[in-house]
């Protein structure tokens, strides 16, 4: 994931009409990614109506000056622009139609084995809540098997029987996903135990969170509820007070590193499993 927002002017989004006698793509996009150079696609619409997706037909980068030859039909600033894999995530600065995404699938020729040709999708925010849960989350990537490595102390682990689990000496935390020989991604799991034993020296918990952060993705994942920890019937040791006030300056002094409090082992299991699995796509490029 890449922000690209280093440009003192704010970036810039047109739509064009399109004087070409292609009557599917009436229109074209120019969306500044960088200062003067527009990333152009040709589009079947303005903008994408409530459940519906639009088709689009990428023509390449254009100057400025490039794009002097067409009429504008609509224009706004660009408030954000982000890239997740291959999702372009866009929010324009006005009040209305101002958050769309452009997702990018190469799909094999039925064909011609071995060769791939490029699909374009523009929806928005309202197309996406129309057509459900799911719908502008990519979804393939179902049947990869990658590297979890699992801490050689965890006594009782997680299972990841869709991945390549192994064994091995983790510096930090007690799982971990690696990509070209390299730990990307670190878990560290806690049950209610180890959590409230780990508050008695809250200075060695504070240390071994600044260690995950060698990490580019962390997470701290408690097999156990918010409400567990601060119920004095499942909490005899602190007062409920107290134990809600460590746990707020661990949020604050960590914001970098996501605590998520789980039910159970199976959730908290299933959770990671999910997590390593984004980041995996991500870093690769598999949407």
């Known amino acids: 994931m890449n922000e690209s927002n280093n440009c003192l002017q704010p970036r810039r989004w047109f739509v064009f009409a399109n004087d070409s006698e292609d009557q599917k793509f009436p229109y074209i996009l120019g969306i500044e990614e960088t200062a003067g150079q527009f990333l152009c696609l040709a589009a079947q619409d303005r903008w994408p109506a409530t459940n519906k997706n639009i088709f689009c037909k990428r023509l390449g980068y254009f100057t400025e000056q490039d794009l002097e030859q067409f009429t504008v039909v609509d224009s706004s600033n660009i408030k954000s622009l982000m890239h997740y894999g291959k999702k372009l995530e866009i929010i324009l600065d006005r009040k209305i139609r101002k958050r769309c995404w452009f997702i990018t699938i190469e799909r094999e020729y039925k064909t011609r084995p071995g060769e791939y040709y490029e699909q374009i999708f523009w929806i928005t925010q309202s197309s996406a809540r129309a057509r459900g849960r799911g719908a502008y989350i990519p979804q393939g990537g179902k049947n990869e098997s990658f590297d979890i490595v699992i801490d050689t102390r965890e006594r009782y682990p997680w299972k990841f029987p869709k991945c390549n689990a192994i064994k ?67 909490n005899p040791y602190f007062s409920p007070s107290y134990i809600a006030d460590v746990l707020a300056e661990l949020y604050v002094l960590f914001p970098d590193i996501q605590i998520v409090f789980c039910d159970n082992r199976k959730i908290a299991n299933e959770w990671a499993y999910r997590w390593f699995k984004r980041i995996y796509q991500i870093y690769n490029k598999i949407e």
Do not use: M, W
């Open 168 to 234: 091995g000496n983790l510096v930090v935390g007690d799982y971990g996903l690696k990509c070209d020989d390299q730990f990307i991604a670190i878990v560290e799991r806690k049950t209610k135990e180890n959590i409230l034993h780990d508050i008695q020296s809250f200075e060695s918990l504070r240390a071994s969170l600044h260690e995950l952060k060698t990490i580019p993705y962390r997470a701290v994942v408690l097999e156990c509820s918010y409400a567990d920890l601060i119920n004095p019937k499942k």
